[in-house]
């Protein structure tokens, strides 16, 4: 979907919040390299990161409603009440993408809308959140919301944009999602017809092209363009697609695992963003009917 379309405004929702909650399970169940998945816990559960979808596809879906800080603040709070945790990045990207969808708005027009007052609920959110969780975006937040009446959320995002997935997405207009991840998730679920796969392969194409600003956090620009490299000679090998790709996932995957410091943590999202955009356009379906159940033995 380009910039210049809008989404259909008959988008509904109970639609809004069914592509939200399939974009998370499958998103969250997905064994991306490196990531927490229902086959690796790290800090967080793979259950209690399943516990809070209902609350996030909730807020999500009343969008339309609130300002964007307030969607992100709603679905972080409602999160905590049931798992004891929130995805903010989940929060961030899902909340103008649903609020585009449900106006029929170009996201273009949704993000220069963010006020002073989506930055300071956006604070809230971080705040509630966890201490810590990104000093670059709390530490933008706050010279926004002591630089005047006119500085916004956007203005903050621009200021975080180079180090901090979700500013980056917000000042660019999401180019990351939308130009990348989603054209990638949609040519390998035509390819491969399997969700989880389908993820993970669209998550190797975006890591390749784009360092993980996580690992560039912790480590570097350097090494994180390694990790990169290395995600490309995965692709080369034949990623998702070959047996030979299958084993280079694995063995990438125990090298990230070795070194916490490489997991590429901010790549996950906007794959699942990407999933939650092409749920709205193709309907549920295009993703949900692909996850068959385990054949009996």
Same mark, same amino acid.
């Given at each position: 979907?380009?910039?210049?379309?809008?989404?259909?405004?008959?988008?509904?929702?109970?639609?809004?919040?069914?592509?939200?909650?399939? +974009? &998370?399970?499958?998103?969250?169940?997905?064994?991306?390299?490196?990531?927490?998945?229902?086959?690796?816990?790290?800090?967080?559960?793979?259950?209690?990161?399943?516990?809070?979808?209902?609350?996030?596809? =909730? $807020?999500?879906?009343?969008?339309?409603?609130?300002?964007?800080?307030?969607?992100?603040?709603?679905?972080? &709070?409602?999160?905590?009440?049931?798992?004891?945790?929130?995805?903010?990045?989940? =929060?961030?990207?899902?909340?103008?993408?649903?609020c585009a969808a449900l106006l029929g708005e170009r996201l273009g027009k949704v993000l220069a809308g963010l006020s002073r007052e989506d930055a300071r609920l956006f604070t809230q959110a971080l705040e509630v959140t966890w201490p810590g969780y990104s000093q670059?975006? =709390?530490?933008?937040?706050?010279?926004? &919301?002591?630089?005047?009446?006119?500085?916004?959320?956007?203005?903050?995002?621009?200021?975080?944009?180079? @180090?901090?997935?979700?500013?980056?997405?917000? +000042?660019?207009?999401?180019?990351?999602?939308?130009?990348?991840?989603?054209? $990638?998730?949609?040519?390998?679920?035509?390819? /491969?017809?399997?969700?989880?796969? +389908?993820?993970?392969?669209?998550?190797?194409?975006?890591?390749?092209?784009?360092?993980?600003?996580?690992?560039?956090? @912790?480590?570097?620009?350097?090494?994180?363009?390694?990790?990169?490299?290395?995600?490309?000679?995965?692709?080369?090998?034949?990623?998702?697609?070959?047996?030979?790709? &299958?084993?280079? /996932?694995?063995?990438?995957?125990?090298?990230?695992?070795?070194?916490?410091?490489?997991?590429p943590t901010a790549t996950e999202t906007p794959i699942v963003a990407a999933a939650f955009l092409i749920s709205l356009e193709y309907g549920v379906r295009f993703l949900n009917h692909r996850v068959r159940p385990a054949p009996g033995r």
């Amino acid at each position: 979907m380009t910039e210049g379309s809008a989404h259909k405004p008959a988008i509904s929702p109970p639609e809004v919040a069914s592509a939200v909650a399939s +974009a &998370l399970f499958l998103g969250y169940s997905a064994p991306m390299p490196g990531v927490n998945s229902r086959y690796s816990d790290g800090m967080v559960a793979h259950e209690t990161r399943l516990l809070g979808i209902p609350a996030l596809a =909730a $807020s999500a879906s009343e969008a339309a409603s609130r300002r964007v800080g307030g969607t992100v603040l709603e679905a972080i &709070l409602g999160s905590r009440s049931v798992a004891g945790y929130a995805d903010l990045r989940a =929060a961030g990207y899902l909340a103008p993408l649903a609020c585009a969808a449900l106006l029929g708005e170009r996201l273009g027009k949704v993000l220069a809308g963010l006020s002073r007052e989506d930055a300071r609920l956006f604070t809230q959110a971080l705040e509630v959140t966890w201490p810590g969780y990104s000093q670059a975006l =709390a530490g933008s937040l706050d010279v926004t &919301l002591g630089s005047g009446r006119d500085a916004t959320l956007r203005d903050a995002m621009r200021f975080a944009a180079d @180090r901090d997935p979700i500013a980056r997405e917000y +000042a660019r207009d999401f180019e990351i999602t939308r130009d990348l991840a989603r054209p $990638s998730l949609y040519c390998a679920l035509v390819r /491969i017809e399997a969700t989880r796969p +389908a993820l993970v392969q669209a998550y190797l194409e975006v890591l390749s092209e784009v360092p993980d600003l996580d690992v560039v956090s @912790r480590v570097g620009r350097k090494e994180a363009e390694d990790v990169s490299r290395m995600a490309h000679g995965v692709i080369k090998t034949g990623g998702v697609y070959s047996r030979r790709g &299958l084993q280079a /996932i694995a063995n990438f995957d125990g090298l990230l695992r070795s070194d916490t410091r490489l997991k590429p943590t901010a790549t996950e999202t906007p794959i699942v963003a990407a999933a939650f955009l092409i749920s709205l356009e193709y309907g549920v379906r295009f993703l949900n009917h692909r996850v068959r159940p385990a054949p009996g033995r």
